[in-house]
T-cell receptor, first 111, second 115 residues
Framework: QQQVKQSPQSLIVQKGGISIINCAYENTAFDYFPWYQQFPGKGPALLIAIRPDVSEKKEGRFTISFNKSAKQFSLHIMDSQPGDSATYFCAAGHQGSRLTFGEGTQLTVNP | DAGVIQSPRHEVTEMGQEVTLRCKPISGHNSLFWYRQTMMRGLELLIYFNNNVPIDDSGMPEDRFSAKMPNASFSTLKIQPSEPRDSAVYFC?????????????FGQGTRLTVV
């Protein structure tokens, strides 16, 4: 019940395109859903996060869409840039407690 | 703030040797997490502490792994004896537990190679 499933494992998009990464969870007690971005040789860093009381959150080119009934959430990167090339992790957890991470998606944005 | 500080950044050791990884969390944070990252298994939580007390160590793979947090500003992860399959990047993360802030800040990681 603690699992978070993420897809796709890898994604290649052209500059200016839309990148979409999907995650699904099982534990209905989760109340915090962050996305982390990781560049090679660095630790993951928080990109954007959402709580289940809203269905969408947008920060610049990054948007999280959240479907509580389906227990799914996704990250959309609009106007993808080569600098967005990184590994993206979704996660889920309780406030003040541990996070369970998805398997990660390696995104490559071609110039 | 310098962020979460981990040392060493890289460690190469021979099978059977003891390895100690170190972490200094962000000042004021009261939760600390140790993660292991591999290509095969992604990011795995090994153990986490709240207020220096281990809360969940169910992710620690074997008795060869142990973690301590003697005070709020320091934690260690020890592997004894080390094995080649322990080769991975080990991350430490810290956050302020509870309230509205649940962002976990990660260190740069320690890349461990056991030969």
């Amino acid at each position: 019940q603690q699992q978070v499933k993420q897809s796709p494992q890898s994604l290649i998009v052209q500059k200016g395109g839309i990148s979409i990464i999907n995650c699904a969870y099982e534990n209905t007690a989760f109340d915090y859903f962050p996305w982390y971005q990781q560049f090679p040789g660095k630790g993951p860093a928080l990109l954007i996060a959402i709580r289940p009381d809203v269905s969408e959150k947008k920060e610049g080119r990054f948007t999280i869409s959240f479907n509580k009934s389906a227990k799914q959430f996704s990250l959309h990167i609009m106007d993808s840039q080569p600098g967005d090339s990184a590994t993206y992790f979704c996660a889920a957890g309780h406030q003040g407690s541990r996070l369970t991470f998805g398997e990660g998606t390696q995104l490559t944005v071609n110039p | 703030d310098a962020g979460v500080i981990q040392s060493p950044r890289h460690e190469v050791t021979e099978m059977g040797q003891e390895v100690t990884l170190r972490c200094k969390p962000i000042s004021g944070h009261n939760s600390l997490f140790w993660y292991r990252q591999t290509m095969m298994r992604g990011l795995e939580l090994l153990i986490y502490f709240n207020n220096n007390v281990p809360i969940d160590d169910s992710g620690m793979p074997e008795d060869r792994f142990s973690a301590k947090m003697p005070n709020a500003s320091f934690s260690t992860l020890k592997i004894q004896p080390s094995e080649p399959r322990d080769s991975a990047v080990y991350f430490c993360a810290s956050k302020l537990a509870g309230g509205g802030n649940t962002e976990a800040f990660f260190g740069q990681g320690t890349r461990l190679t056991v030969v």
